[in-house]
């Protein structure tokens, strides 16, 4: 979606994904159910857990890996404060995540984008990508939604192209943001 957005609009929009900044961990931080005295648990540790009766695989951010999303965070901010028009492909784990987002970027200037999309979908596109653990995107399905924010655009991309999407996305920024608003008038 992100990629679509990129090649449909007239806006050129840098790219920052979570992705990006997981992978550039050095291997040692990146840990498979790394106990707490590991550094795999340092940075980011896939942990299989149990959660509502149901075998998933958790990600977990350690105190470096925390460290790592902040300075992401703040190189969004940086690039927009340097006039960047950015898309940013996160997954908001945590309502801080959201929060410190809200703390660095300009509220009139940021729209809060929800990418939804049936979990069955979900499931079948995490089984197909190598290297992905089944039962990631049903560990966090629910809770990266559930900040009591209203978005300021949703897209569902169960049925629809990316293409589409992202003219709905470009069409949906003509319009004044306000979930950042919202958030700060709390």
Same mark, same amino acid.
């Given at each position: 979606?992100?990629? /679509?957005?990129?090649?449909?609009?007239?806006?050129?929009?840098? *790219?920052? #994904?979570?992705?990006?900044?997981?992978?550039?961990?050095?291997?040692?931080?990146?840990?498979?159910?790394?106990? /707490?005295?590991?550094?795999?648990?340092?940075?980011?540790?896939?942990?299989?857990?149990?959660?509502?009766?149901?075998?998933?695989?958790?990600?977990?951010?350690?105190?470096?890996?925390?460290?790592?999303?902040?300075?992401? +965070?703040?190189?969004?901010?940086?690039?927009?404060?340097?006039?960047?028009?950015?898309?940013?492909?996160?997954?908001?784990?945590?309502?801080?995540?959201?929060?410190?987002?809200?703390?660095?970027?300009?509220?009139?200037?940021?729209?809060?984008?929800?990418?939804?999309?049936?979990?069955?979908?979900?499931?079948? &596109?995490? /089984?197909? &990508?190598?290297? &992905?653990?089944?039962?990631? #995107?049903?560990? *966090?399905?629910?809770?990266? *939604?559930?900040?009591?924010?209203?978005?300021?655009?949703?897209?569902?991309?169960?049925? +629809?192209? /990316?293409?589409?999407?992202?003219?709905?996305?470009?069409?949906?920024?003509?319009?004044?943001?306000?979930?950042?608003?919202?958030?700060?008038?709390?």
């Amino acid at each position: 979606l992100a990629l /679509a957005l990129q090649k449909e609009s007239k806006e050129h929009f840098q *790219h920052i #994904a979570l992705d990006q900044f997981r992978d550039g961990l050095p291997p040692s931080l990146r840990g498979l159910n790394s106990p /707490a005295d590991d550094p795999g648990s340092l940075g980011l540790n896939v942990i299989p857990e149990i959660i509502k009766g149901k075998s998933v695989t958790s990600i977990k951010f350690g105190d470096y890996g925390e460290k790592v999303l902040m300075v992401m +965070r703040r190189t969004v901010s940086q690039l927009a404060e340097a006039g960047c028009s950015v898309v940013v492909d996160d997954i908001l784990f945590k309502k801080d995540y959201l929060l410190d987002y809200v703390s660095v970027l300009q509220p009139s200037k940021t729209w809060l984008v929800a990418v939804r999309c049936d979990l069955k979908i979900v499931r079948q &596109r995490e /089984a197909a &990508r190598a290297g &992905r653990f089944p039962g990631t #995107a049903d560990s *966090h399905f629910d809770s990266i *939604h559930d900040h009591g924010v209203p978005y300021d655009i949703e897209v569902d991309t169960s049925t +629809r192209s /990316a293409t589409d999407l992202a003219h709905e996305i470009i069409d949906g920024i003509k319009v004044r943001p306000c979930a950042f608003h919202n958030l700060l008038n709390r």
